[in-house]
RNA sequence: GGCGCGGUACCCAAGUAGAAAGGGAGCGGUCUGCAAAACCGUAAUGCGUGGGUGCAAAUCCCACCCGCGCCUCCA
C-alpha cells in the first residue's frame, strides 16, 4: 500500500515517493520565537509529527529540520499598541520585556522545545537558528546576485521577481491580480512591489551583521532556504508549514532556493490549514485566545491537547472548543481504560463467547493504515480503533501481547496513549484496605467518605467483579473540575 | 477585486455516486451497596438553500446564502 497525500503545488493528491528508497528528507517550518506559542502554532507542528510518524511506521527513516525563527519578521499586527510598524517581532518583544533580542528568542526558544516534548512531538533531528546561519544566508544571496536575480537599493537587496515565471505557481495567484489588490504600499525603492527584501539594513534595527551590502539584517524568506540547503541538501522530499506560509513565504522561497540552485527542491508542499476557536479567529479582542500553557493550566494533561489538535484532518480547518477539548479527554479515557482491561487480563462482557483472531488483527491494522495512507485521514483511522475497542470489549480476550503489539503501533503514530505508569502510592494503598474492611461491614457511609478522600488525592475507585481497582486521573486535574 | 477552504445529528467529525463511520454529551436499560467501567438500546426519513443531470446524489453541474483563510506580520 502506498501513501497518498495532497501537494498544495499540484493542488492533487500524489503518491508518495521519497527521492531515495527508504528515505525522506523534511523540513518544516518552526516558530517565530518572540511569544508564547499558542494552540494554533501547535496544530501545524503536531500535523507535522503526525505525518513524520506515519512515514515512519511505514517504515522510512525520517530526517527532520525544523527552523527556529530568531530575526527578521515585519510586523504591523493587530496588537498595535505593543509594536511600531515594520517592528521586528523579536525587537518589539525585548522593547516590550526590556530584554535584550538574545533573551528573548533564548526563552521563548525554551519554551517551545518544553511545550513540544509535553505534546509528545518527536525531536527534529536539528533545530537551526536563523541567526546562526547569516553566513549561509548570505552566501545565497550571493548566488542569486550572480545569477541576477537580484538588485540593490540604499544597501537593501531585493529578489526581482520578475526574473523567476514561476512566482506565484505555488499560491495560484495571478501576479496581475495581486498587484491590483495588494494592500498600500510604502516602499518605493522596489521595482515591483512583490519584490521582497533578502538583506535590509535600518539603523534602529537590534541585531545587525556585516554583509558585502551594509551593514543589516536578513530577509525573513531567506533563512529556510538557505537552511533546508544545508540541512537537507539540493533536493527534499517534503516541506511542512501553516496554510499562511504559502504566500508569500513559501512562494519567496522557492523563488530563492530554485534561483539559486537552478532546478527544482521542494518536491511535496504540506500545508495545515488554521485553527478557529468557537468558528472565529484566534485573538486576543475575542478573548478567544488560547496560548498551550493557557490549555494545560486549565488542568488538561498534554495528550489531552495533542488528542484534540490531532483528531480533525489536517486540511480541515479545525475548530477548537472547551466542550472539544472535554470529549477528546473522555475519548482519551477510553483507551486508557481499554488499555487497563487488557492487562488486567479481564474480559469484557460476561456472555461475550466470540473471540479475536489473528485475522481479524490484521484486518484491523490494515484499515488503520488504508485510512492513513489517504492522505492522513486519523479520524477514520480513530475509527477503525475505537471499532475494534468496542468488539474487543466484548469478546473473550485470549491474547492480550497481540492487541497490545497492536495498540502500541498505532500509538507509534497518534502518540497519545503515552501517559507514564505511576504506582500507586501506599496511602492510597492504606484507604483502600480501608475501604474493603468498611464495605465488609456493610458500612457504606464510611465506604463512600474514602472514596471521596481517594479522589480529591487524583485517583478513581472502581468495584469490578474481580475486586477493587484503583485509577490515576490521568487526563485532567481537580482543578479543572 | 483575485486565489482557496468549509457548511453532515445537541457538540466535534469521517464519508465525494449505490443501504449516513467514529468520538463526546443526553436519555432508557443490563451490571453495581451506591457508583464507575463495559455492554445493549436510543439520535440526521436526512447531509446550508433552490434548481439541474443520473436507474441512483451528502457525493456531479448551475445559482444563491452563510462562515473562514491568504493576497508581503502570522502555524
Redesign the pocket.
Given at each position: 500500500m502506498s501513501l497518498s497525500l495532497y501537494n498544495t503545488f499540484t493542488?492533487r493528491k500524489e503518491e508518495f515517493k521519497p527521492l531515495q528508497p527508504n528515505k525522506v528528507l523534511m523540513y518544516s517550518?518552526?516558530?517565530?520565537v518572540y511569544s508564547h506559542?499558542?494552540i494554533?502554532?501547535f496544530?501545524?507542528?503536531v500535523c507535522a509529527d503526525l505525518l513524520r510518524r506515519y512515514l515512519e511506521y511505514k517504515g522510512y527513516r525520517v530526517t527532520q529540520i525544523m527552523n527556529i525563527?530568531d530575526v527578521g519578521?515585519?510586523?504591523?499586527?493587530?496588537d498595535p499598541s505593543s509594536v511600531e510598524a515594520g517592528e521586528d517581532?523579536v525587537q518589539a518583544a525585548a522593547r516590550k520585556e526590556k530584554k535584550s533580542p538574545l533573551e528573548i528568542t533564548r526563552f521563548y526558544t525554551q519554551e517551545f522545545l518544553e511545550l513540544s516534548q509535553l505534546l509528545n512531538l518527536k525531536p527534529a533531528d536539528k533545530y537551526p537558528l536563523a541567526t546562526e546561519h547569516i553566513p549561509e544566508m548570505i552566501e545565497m544571496v550571493k548566488t542569486l546576485i550572480q545569477k541576477g536575480y537580484v538588485y540593490e537599493v540604499n544597501g537593501n537587496v531585493y529578489f526581482d521577481i520578475s526574473k523567476f515565471p514561476d512566482y506565484g505557481r505555488l499560491?495560484?495567484?495571478?501576479l496581475d491580480?495581486?498587484m491590483?489588490?495588494?494592500?498600500v504600499?510604502v516602499?518605493s525603492e522596489?521595482k515591483?512591489?512583490?519584490?521582497?527584501?533578502l538583506w535590509k539594513q535600518d539603523p534602529k534595527h537590534l541585531m545587525q551583521w556585516d554583509s558585502p551590502w551594509h551593514k543589516g539584517f536578513p530577509g525573513?524568506h531567506i533563512e529556510c532556504s538557505a537552511m533546508s540547503l544545508k540541512y537537507l541538501g539540493e533536493r527534499f522530499d517534503i516541506h511542512t508549514?501553516?496554510?499562511?506560509?504559502?504566500?508569500?513565504?513559501h512562494e519567496c522561497e522557492i523563488a530563492q532556493s530554485e534561483g539559486a540552485l537552478g532546478h527544482k527542491v521542494v518536491n511535496h508542499w504540506f500545508?495545515?490549514?488554521?485553527?478557529?476557536v468557537n468558528?472565529?479567529?484566534?485573538s486576543k479582542s475575542l478573548g478567544n485566545f488560547y496560548t498551550v500553557r493557557d490549555i494545560l493550566q486549565k488542568g488538561y494533561n498534554p495528550m489531552v491537547l495533542r488528542y484534540a489538535l490531532l483528531?480533525?484532518?489536517y486540511?480541515?480547518?479545525?475548530?477548537f472548543?472547551l466542550?472539544?477539548l472535554?470529549?477528546?479527554k473522555?475519548?482519551l479515557?477510553?483507551l486508557s481504560?481499554?488499555k487497563?482491561?487488557l492487562s488486567e487480563k479481564m474480559g469484557?462482557?460476561k456472555d461475550a463467547g466470540c473471540e479475536i483472531h489473528d485475522t481479524r488483527l490484521e484486518t484491523v491494522r490494515t484499515n488503520f493504515e488504508q485510512?492513513m495512507d489517504?492522505?492522513l485521514?486519523i479520524?477514520?483511522a480513530?475509527?477503525v480503533?475505537?471499532?475494534f475497542?468496542?468488539?474487543?470489549?466484548?469478546s473473550t480476550i485470549s491474547q492480550q501481547s497481540a492487541i497490545n503489539n497492536l495498540l502500541q503501533d498505532f500509538d507509534r503514530v497518534i502518540g497519545v496513549m503515552t501517559v507514564q505508569e505511576v504506582a500507586v502510592p501506599p496511602e492510597i494503598d492504606t484507604l483502600i484496605k480501608e475501604?474493603e474492611d468498611a464495605?465488609k461491614r456493610?458500612d457504606?457511609?464510611r465506604?463512600?467518605e474514602i472514596?471521596q478522600q481517594i479522589k480529591a488525592k487524583g485517583f478513581?475507585?472502581?468495584?469490578?467483579?474481580a475486586g477493587t481497582?484503583v485509577?490515576k486521573m490521568w487526563f485532567i486535574t481537580e482543578k479543572c473540575g
Amino acid at each position: 500500500m502506498s501513501l497518498s497525500l495532497y501537494n498544495t503545488f499540484t493542488k492533487r493528491k500524489e503518491e508518495f515517493k521519497p527521492l531515495q528508497p527508504n528515505k525522506v528528507l523534511m523540513y518544516s517550518c518552526g516558530p517565530t520565537v518572540y511569544s508564547h506559542p499558542h494552540i494554533g502554532n501547535f496544530r501545524s507542528f503536531v500535523c507535522a509529527d503526525l505525518l513524520r510518524r506515519y512515514l515512519e511506521y511505514k517504515g522510512y527513516r525520517v530526517t527532520q529540520i525544523m527552523n527556529i525563527t530568531d530575526v527578521g519578521h515585519m510586523t504591523t499586527d493587530d496588537d498595535p499598541s505593543s509594536v511600531e510598524a515594520g517592528e521586528d517581532k523579536v525587537q518589539a518583544a525585548a522593547r516590550k520585556e526590556k530584554k535584550s533580542p538574545l533573551e528573548i528568542t533564548r526563552f521563548y526558544t525554551q519554551e517551545f522545545l518544553e511545550l513540544s516534548q509535553l505534546l509528545n512531538l518527536k525531536p527534529a533531528d536539528k533545530y537551526p537558528l536563523a541567526t546562526e546561519h547569516i553566513p549561509e544566508m548570505i552566501e545565497m544571496v550571493k548566488t542569486l546576485i550572480q545569477k541576477g536575480y537580484v538588485y540593490e537599493v540604499n544597501g537593501n537587496v531585493y529578489f526581482d521577481i520578475s526574473k523567476f515565471p514561476d512566482y506565484g505557481r505555488l499560491s495560484g495567484n495571478p501576479l496581475d491580480k495581486l498587484m491590483a489588490g495588494a494592500r498600500v504600499e510604502v516602499n518605493s525603492e522596489k521595482k515591483n512591489p512583490l519584490d521582497f527584501a533578502l538583506w535590509k539594513q535600518d539603523p534602529k534595527h537590534l541585531m545587525q551583521w556585516d554583509s558585502p551590502w551594509h551593514k543589516g539584517f536578513p530577509g525573513w524568506h531567506i533563512e529556510c532556504s538557505a537552511m533546508s540547503l544545508k540541512y537537507l541538501g539540493e533536493r527534499f522530499d517534503i516541506h511542512t508549514g501553516g496554510e499562511d506560509n504559502i504566500f508569500p513565504h513559501h512562494e519567496c522561497e522557492i523563488a530563492q532556493s530554485e534561483g539559486a540552485l537552478g532546478h527544482k527542491v521542494v518536491n511535496h508542499w504540506f500545508h495545515i490549514k488554521h485553527l478557529l476557536v468557537n468558528n472565529q479567529k484566534m485573538s486576543k479582542s475575542l478573548g478567544n485566545f488560547y496560548t498551550v500553557r493557557d490549555i494545560l493550566q486549565k488542568g488538561y494533561n498534554p495528550m489531552v491537547l495533542r488528542y484534540a489538535l490531532l483528531n480533525t484532518h489536517y486540511r480541515q480547518p479545525l475548530n477548537f472548543t472547551l466542550e472539544g477539548l472535554d470529549a477528546a479527554k473522555n475519548a482519551l479515557q477510553r483507551l486508557s481504560d481499554f488499555k487497563l482491561m487488557l492487562s488486567e487480563k479481564m474480559g469484557g462482557a460476561k456472555d461475550a463467547g466470540c473471540e479475536i483472531h489473528d485475522t481479524r488483527l490484521e484486518t484491523v491494522r490494515t484499515n488503520f493504515e488504508q485510512a492513513m495512507d489517504n492522505d492522513l485521514n486519523i479520524s477514520e483511522a480513530l475509527a477503525v480503533l475505537f471499532d475494534f475497542i468496542r468488539e474487543a470489549n466484548k469478546s473473550t480476550i485470549s491474547q492480550q501481547s497481540a492487541i497490545n503489539n497492536l495498540l502500541q503501533d498505532f500509538d507509534r503514530v497518534i502518540g497519545v496513549m503515552t501517559v507514564q505508569e505511576v504506582a500507586v502510592p501506599p496511602e492510597i494503598d492504606t484507604l483502600i484496605k480501608e475501604r474493603e474492611d468498611a464495605r465488609k461491614r456493610k458500612d457504606y457511609k464510611r465506604s463512600d467518605e474514602i472514596k471521596q478522600q481517594i479522589k480529591a488525592k487524583g485517583f478513581v475507585i472502581e468495584d469490578t467483579p474481580a475486586g477493587t481497582r484503583v485509577k490515576k486521573m490521568w487526563f485532567i486535574t481537580e482543578k479543572c473540575g
